[in-house]
Every structure is written in structure tokens, then in C-alpha cells.
């Protein structure tokens, strides 16, 4: 039931969901972890925006990435569900992972992903499972939810897979 972000990122690199030169971001980013493998995807040419509401938490993710070394990342804190910051028709790709469990409008979220996405970029979910037994006790969207989600926003669904208790969701903006 434990995730395995090197996995995850390696599989979006092979299927080239994620390409070095991309830009991208990395929707509740936390502590940086998958943002410092998304950041190395991209590359120096490429960039990373490292989003969350919380600052204490933007803080942690900084100091994790500059003990990496790694540059081609920007931190924004800001409220998901109202805007990330960026502008429209910007990104290849914006990142999400385990944050619309969190959300008491995760439609919010994922709009915000499709206002910021060029044409044809890609939706990156990644979302605990009803049967995750680490969440348990939360609130958690089940894959119609999620799917559900994606499509009112007309993201067309590329691909959906379950990996160690998550769901892993690819849309095509």
C-alpha cells in the first residue's frame, strides 16, 4: 500500500507523459519529494512549479530541493481552489498527487489545472484508493468520483491504472 514515487515518475517518463524541457506543476507539492523527481524529468531546460496553500510546508519543500541543488523549480503559495498563480494555456503538464482527498472542492482543482494546461496537456492524478488502509479514516473519492471530476472539466481520460492502493489518472486537456 506504500508508494513508490521513482516508479510513478519513471513510468510518466517512459510513456513520455513527462519529457525533459517540459514545463510543469506540481499542484500541493508538500515536502517536495515528487517535485524534486519531476524537476529532475524536466531538467535545466524545463521547469517546475512547486504549488501549496501551506508556507511552513513551502519552506520544508525549498530547503529539500536547494540540499539537492536542484534550480528549476519555483514555489508559489497559493489556495488551489481559487488560482495557482500561473497563467492560462501555460503548462505541459500539471501534477497532482494525493491532494483532492484533502479538498472540499476538488472540481476547483482541477479546474484551475485545465485553465493553466496548453491544448493537449496532460492531467497527472494520482489519488488513494477507497481500499488504501492508510486513509482509512478520510474522506476519500472513489474512481467514478475522480473520473467523474476529470470529465465535467472535458478532460479526455488517456489512461487509468491502480498502483499499491492509488489510482493513477492521466487526462488530456
Same mark, same amino acid.
Given at each position: 500500500?506504500?508508494?513508490?514515487?521513482?516508479?510513478?515518475?519513471?513510468?510518466?517518463?517512459?510513456?513520455?507523459?513527462?519529457?525533459?524541457?517540459?514545463?510543469?506543476?506540481?499542484?500541493?507539492?508538500?515536502?517536495?519529494?515528487?517535485?524534486?523527481?519531476?524537476?529532475?524529468?524536466?531538467?535545466? $531546460?524545463? /521547469?517546475?512549479?512547486?504549488? +501549496?496553500?501551506?508556507?511552513?510546508? !513551502?519552506? *520544508?519543500? %525549498? &530547503?529539500?530541493?536547494?540540499?539537492?541543488?536542484?534550480?528549476?523549480?519555483?514555489?508559489?503559495?497559493?489556495?488551489?481552489?481559487?488560482?495557482?498563480?500561473?497563467?492560462?494555456?501555460?503548462?505541459?503538464?500539471?501534477?497532482?498527487?494525493?491532494?483532492?482527498?484533502?479538498?472540499?472542492?476538488?472540481?476547483?482543482?482541477?479546474? $484551475?489545472? /485545465?485553465?493553466?494546461?496548453? +491544448?493537449?496537456?496532460?492531467?497527472? !492524478?494520482? *489519488?488513494? %484508493? &477507497?481500499?488504501?488502509?492508510?486513509?482509512?479514516?478520510?474522506?476519500?473519492?472513489?474512481?467514478?468520483?475522480?473520473?467523474?471530476?476529470?470529465?465535467?472539466?472535458?478532460?479526455?481520460?488517456?489512461?487509468?491504472?491502480?498502483?499499491?492502493?492509488?489510482?493513477?489518472?492521466?487526462?488530456?486537456?
Amino acid at each position: 500500500m506504500f508508494l513508490r514515487p521513482s516508479d510513478i515518475i519513471q513510468e510518466l517518463r517512459i510513456k513520455k507523459y513527462i519529457i525533459p524541457g517540459m514545463v510543469g506543476a506540481d499542484f500541493g507539492c508538500g515536502g517536495g519529494y515528487f517535485t524534486s523527481l519531476l524537476a529532475n524529468e524536466v531538467g535545466v $531546460e524545463g /521547469k517546475i512549479y512547486a504549488i +501549496d496553500v501551506q508556507e511552513e510546508v !513551502l519552506k *520544508e519543500a %525549498q &530547503e529539500f530541493l536547494k540540499n539537492l541543488h536542484i534550480n528549476n523549480v519555483k514555489f508559489l503559495r497559493q489556495n488551489l481552489e481559487i488560482t495557482s498563480g500561473l497563467e492560462p494555456n501555460y503548462l505541459d503538464f500539471v501534477f497532482i498527487s494525493q491532494v483532492l482527498y484533502q479538498s472540499e472542492y476538488p472540481e476547483k482543482i482541477i479546474s $484551475e489545472a /485545465k485553465r493553466v494546461l496548453k +491544448d493537449n496537456g496532460y492531467l497527472i !492524478l494520482l *489519488e488513494p %484508493q &477507497e481500499s488504501n488502509h492508510l486513509f482509512l479514516s478520510q474522506k476519500i473519492y472513489s474512481l467514478d468520483d475522480l473520473i467523474q471530476f476529470l470529465e465535467n472539466q472535458q478532460f479526455k481520460i488517456n489512461e487509468v491504472k491502480s498502483i499499491n492502493g492509488y489510482y493513477l489518472i492521466i487526462g488530456i486537456k
